[in-house]
């Protein structure tokens, strides 16, 4: 079955840096992989998806991700971070061709300081 | 706003009792998916359902059910509630083409406190 880990519970960042939070996917086909962010006491907001081509994918309010299949990893990056930007970050993943669940992973906590 | 509405967004029940949540997806949407967020479990993916029948099942525990009606909302039941049942409950839905690639889109989720 398809799953995803995210290494770091928290990420500290100061406003104006880069930053990165990572992802790493584990699937037998091929990998559909996706970034959500969760503010305080919401629901989960879609940012961004890889499905096939480009390995670097473009979503919402910067925010960026690689696909890398040799690292088996999809990390989300943003080259100009904001205080606004601090919120709960998940990455998913879909393995194959069928609409099946998606399977999340643990969450990384960014917190961007002024 | 992702279109995907849930209700209640708070409840508070007693140990024991039983509740229902409730979820209409995005206008369109087909598929419907549940899920259990807490502390110290994360988000965790309970069932999906697909048209009204069920798809997939994941860490849905024997006195939870769900199901899709016709008209495509869906309702989480939850019996014989336990403290450790209190979590945020959420409901996604994802559109009508059955493709893996598809978004799904998250509600804002119903709070349930057990007491």
């Known amino acids: 079955a398809q799953s995803v880990a995210q290494p770091e519970d928290q990420v500290n960042v100061a406003e104006g840096n880069p930053l990165t939070v990572k992802c790493t996917y584990s699937?037998?086909?091929?990998?559909?992989l996706f970034w959500y962010v969760q503010y305080p006491n919401r629901g989960l907001q879609f940012l961004l998806k890889?499905?096939?081509?480009?390995?670097l994918v473009k979503g919402s309010y910067g925010f960026e991700a690689e696909f890398n299949k040799s690292q088996t990893s999809f990390h989300l990056k943003k080259p100009s971070a904001l205080v606004s930007d601090s919120a709960l970050y998940f990455c998913?993943?879909?393995?194959?061709?069928?609409?099946?669940?998606?399977?999340f992973g643990a969450g990384t906590r960014l917190t961007v300081k002024p | 706003d992702s279109g995907v509405t849930q209700t209640p967004k708070h409840l508070i029940t007693a140990t024991g009792q039983r509740v229902t949540l409730r979820c209409s997806p995005r206008?369109?949407?087909?598929?419907v998916y549940w899920y259990q967020q807490s502390l110290d479990q994360g988000l965790q993916f309970l069932i999906q359902?697909?048209?009204?029948?069920?798809?997939a099942k994941g860490n849905i525990l024997e006195r939870f059910s769900a199901q899709q009606f016709p008209d495509l909302h869906s309702e989480l039941n939850l019996s014989s509630l336990e403290l450790g049942d209190s979590a945020l409950y959420f409901c996604?839905?994802?559109?009508?083409?059955?493709?893996?690639?598809?978004?799904?889109?998250f509600g804002e989720g119903s709070w349930l406190t057990v007491v």
């Open positions: 359902y697909y048209n009204g029948e069920e798809r």
């Open positions: 998913a993943v879909r393995e194959g061709d069928n609409n099946n669940d998606m399977r």
């Open positions: 890889y499905i096939t081509g480009d390995n």
């Open positions: 699937v037998s086909g091929n990998p559909y």
């Open positions: 996604a839905s994802s559109s009508r083409v059955r493709s893996s690639g598809n978004t799904i889109y």
């Open positions: 206008s369109g949407d087909l598929s």
